[in-house]
């Protein structure tokens, strides 16, 4: 699992507080998955869905403006995409 996170004063004005060199995202290290409960959840959805379906790999968490503002996902709490732009 990696995290990546916004830095909003990379995106304002002249940079923000941060100057120019305001990276405008932060990205975190890996975190390997705990190998037992991998092999067996792969196991397990590979009998459910067949093998040819899972497929193992590295998962990034991402916040965001909406996951922030207790917004779920855009498309489930508006109904137009673009009423959540202006709202």
Known sequence: MLQVLRNPDAFAPGGGGGGSNSKAYWISAPVPAHRGL?????????????????????????????????????????????QAVHS
Request: with cysteine; hydrophobic share 35%.
């Open 38 to 82: 991998s092999a067996l959840l792969t196991a397990k959805l590979a009998e459910a869905v067949g093998e040819e379906s899972v497929v193992q790999g590295m998962n990034a968490t991402c916040d965001s403006f909406y996951s922030s503002q207790v917004h779920q996902d855009i498309r489930t709490t508006y109904k137009d995409p673009q």
